[in-house]
């Protein structure tokens, strides 16, 4: 890809200001470039995406701390909170639900139950957004970024009181300790093998051209 190319697409065609790569980049500029908080944040009102942060010493991390040296740059996980009854249609006007602060407190509060995080050890981020980009922006976040808990079983929800039967999540049989959730530790090793290879993913080039282009200007900003 030649230097200076243009946003999105061919040095000889029109920019585009909505295709959907360009929309993609901004938003993951926005978000890098928020504040960093501690988790769970102060209280405010919004929907849309955040990301959290792992700066602690747990030895699966590892690869993750040698790729992040300047720190707080590569998240451990994407989220996103949309408002009450966002699919019965669009809403123009912002919520004053609490709904992203809700899903981090949730967070907060999984990490506080582990036998092994410590939560001084995470910071957030988050984005206040329309709904109508929620879920592209949490799409391209995850694409670029490759979190090492999204997939795991972090964000789920336990349906029921105390539901302990079933399959251990990687992500509980990394860190167990929830309230609610399998207990046993029988896939350690392959949630230890999940946190790697998204590790090694994030340090290699992306191999489709446009994701490649969209990574390289959204870490301008990290």
């Not at 590569?74 to 006007?93: D, E, M, S, T």
């Not at 939560?119 to 957030?124: E, P, V």
Request: glycine content about 12%.
């Amino acid at each position: 890809m030649k230097k200076g190319h243009r946003l999105g697409g061919d040095d000889s065609r029109a920019f585009d200001p909505l295709a959907v790569e360009n929309i993609g980049v901004i938003l993951g500029i926005e978000l890098v470039r928020q504040p960093l908080h501690q988790l769970p944040p102060e209280p405010f009102e919004g929907a849309g995406v955040y990301a959290l942060y792992y700066g602690g010493p747990e030895v699966a991390y590892a690869g993750l701390q040698e790729l992040d040296r300047a720190g707080w740059q590569y998240p451990v996980y994407i989220g996103k909170a949309l408002r009450r009854n966002a699919k019965q249609g669009f809403n123009p006007k912002p919520t004053t639900e609490k709904a992203m602060h809700g899903r981090l407190s949730n967070h907060a509060a999984s990490i506080r139950a582990t036998h092994n995080l410590d939560i001084h050890d995470f910071r957030c981020r988050y984005l206040v957004l329309n709904d109508a980009y929620i879920g592209l922006a949490e799409s391209v976040l995850i694409t670029l970024f490759r979190p090492a808990w999204n997939g795991m079983g972090f964000g789920s929800k336990v349906v029921g009181k105390n539901r302990t039967a079933g399959t251990v999540s990687l992500w509980d049989s990394l860190h167990p300790g929830r309230e609610g959730r399998p207990a046993g530790d029988g896939r350690q090793g392959e949630a230890v093998h999940r946190v790697s290879e998204s590790v090694r993913q994030l340090g290699e080039e992306p191999a489709d051209p446009r994701t490649r282009w969209m990574l390289e200007r959204i870490r301008r900003f990290l």
